[in-house]
């Protein structure tokens, strides 16, 4: 079995894990991690499947990813973004003494909307991504990145931002992909969240036009946590908001010591 890559970066005082979202890869962080590397020493995962970890053959499921990147990294404030946010809450909720500190970053722990859930995305949005995966591959990734962009400032700009580092380090596995899209369709943690130990940040773009804001004030609500919704941002702050993305996170970290 392969281990997962993890990039290390920065030398300061707090270790900090970031994992990131569908189809990507721990540089995308890269704008966010410049500002940080003072302050913390980084553990920039690629997830299963993804990026370095093209090749690895832990499954793309919460927890085996969560027990995988806690055996590879030291305690630390864990910061999952999208997708990578059910592995970092899973950490949080089952590995805890391992977890200092949990950001959510743009993910709910439901991402499909009904009847008890008004919050999410349409069950057949998601259902048509994974078909269209199997029909066309590359294209499907180029709306799925387009949706990320929506809501920001400039999406063209952060659209070929997001588009650049998707691919940056080779394609992602089209089956771990169609795993991921399950994970989205079928994954509902909102009863564990009055289980959370460490203390959590719920941080939404305003403009997010895949995980809604309201969806992550709920959240943040549900388990006692903080909530930090960033103007103008969308999918991805820590592209077009990295500094007040960096305030942020450092303003939580440093009320958790």
């Known amino acids: 079995m392969s281990d997962l890559a993890i990039e290390v970066r920065g030398t300061g005082p707090v270790p900090l894990v970031l994992i990131h979202g569908w189809a990507m890869h721990g540089g995308i962080f890269a704008p966010l991690a410049d500002l940080l590397e003072s302050a913390f020493t980084m553990y920039l995962v690629d997830l299963p499947g993804h990026g370095n970890s093209r090749n690895s053959g832990i499954p793309l499921e919460p927890r085996a990813c969560a027990d995988a990147i806690a055996a590879a990294t030291p305690p630390a404030v864990w910061l999952g973004w999208s997708l990578g946010g059910l592995v970092a809450l899973t950490a949080a909720l089952e590995r805890h003494e391992h977890v200092l500190g949990l950001t959510m970053l743009c993910s709910t722990p439901k991402f499909v909307r009904d009847d008890t859930w008004p919050y999410g995305n349409d069950a057949s949005m998601v259902r048509q991504l994974a078909a269209d995966l199997k029909t066309d591959y590359r294209a499907t990734l180029e709306r799925f990145i387009a949706l990320e962009a ?4 400039d999406p063209r700009a952060e659209a070929r931002r997001l588009r650049e580092e998707t691919f940056a380090r080779g394609e992602p596995d089209p089956r771990v992909l169609q795993e991921g899209i399950r ?3 079928t994954t509902d943690m909102r009863d564990r969240l009055p289980e959370l130990v460490p203390a959590s940040l719920w941080m939404a773009g305003h403009r997010d036009r895949l995980v809604h804001p309201s ?26 908001h990295a500094d007040a993305m960096a305030d942020a996170l450092q303003s939580f970290i440093g009320a958790l010591a």
Do not use: R, T
Not at 150 to 153: D, E, H, K, Q, R
Not at 215 to 239: Q, T, Y
């Open 150 to 153: 929506m809501g920001s400032a």
């Open 183 to 185: 994970l989205l369709e």
């Open 215 to 240: 969806a992550m004030k709920w959240s943040a609500n549900a388990c006692g946590g903080d909530f930090n919704d960033i103007a103008h941002a969308g999918h991805a702050p820590f592209i077009g």
